[in-house]
């Protein structure tokens, strides 16, 4: 109950394209939902993020689309290209237990290739 | 603004040597902070988090263990390592649980 399934494992899109990353969860006490974007080598940095009172959300080419009955959020990247090419992780945020923080689980990454 | 700096970058260690690894926040106060490990580039695995000096929660039981002796600084450790400790280790902080995590470079552990 605590996992986030992320798919597809790796995507290649051309440039110019959209590139569209899935997201689904069970338990419904996680309440914020980030993305972050990994650059081989480097640690990963926060693209954009989203609440589960909001459907969607868009920043510059990047837009996250949630579906709170279904469970499910994605990520869709607009004009793709090559500069994207990178590791994108969803993750959601549990809200703290008794005694305990919460925590971030992390979906298991898509690797993108975007294709000049 | 706030920076978080890890060390060293990366590491090559024989198996049964000790391990330290440090990671330091700056442009902030009291943040929590966290240790993740990265495998074959993939899944960040929570393995410790730390919400104050001396307070230190484990996720989960291995090989490893973590220190906060001062607010901004949060170190990793083994008395001794195994191959399968190798991976990439991520540092991060947030201000609140519910705020944002920011990671650090990383540290590349390689066990041999």
């Known amino acids: 109950q605590q996992q986030v399934k992320q798919s597809p494992q790796s995507l290649i899109v051309q440039k110019g394209g959209i590139s569209i990353i899935n997201c689904a969860y069970e338990?419904?006490?996680?309440?914020?939902f980030p993305w972050y974007q990994q650059f081989p080598g480097k640690g990963p940095a926060l693209l954009i993020a989203?609440?589960?009172?909001?459907s969607e959300k868009k920043e510059g080419r990047f837009t996250i689309s949630f579906n709170k009955s279904a469970k499910q959020f994605s990520l869709h990247i607009m004009d793709s290209q090559p500069g994207d090419s990178a590791t994108y992780f969803c993750a959601a945020w549990m809200l703290p237990m008794p005694n305990q923080g919460g925590k971030l689980i992390f979906g298991q990454g898509t690797e993108l290739s975007v294709k000049p | 603004s706030q920076t978080i700096h890890q060390w060293p970058a990366t590491l090559v260690q024989p198996v049964g040597s000790p391990l330290s690894l440090e990671c330091t926040v700056e442009g902030t106060s009291n943040p929590n902070l966290y240790w993740y490990r990265q495998a074959a580039g993939r899944g960040l695995q929570l393995l410790f988090y730390s919400v104050g000096i001396g307070q230190i929660s484990s996720e989960v039981p291995q090989n490893l263990s973590a220190s906060r002796p001062q607010d901004r600084q949060f170190i990793l450790s083994s008395k001794k390592l195994l191959l399968s400790d190798s991976g990439f280790y991520l540092c991060?902080?947030?201000?609140?649980?519910?705020?944002?995590?920011?990671f650090g470079p990383g540290t590349r552990l390689t066990v041999l």
């Open positions: 991060a902080w947030s201000l609140g649980f519910t705020d944002t995590q920011y």
């Open positions: 989203i609440r589960p009172d909001v």
């Open positions: 338990n419904t006490a996680f309440d914020y």
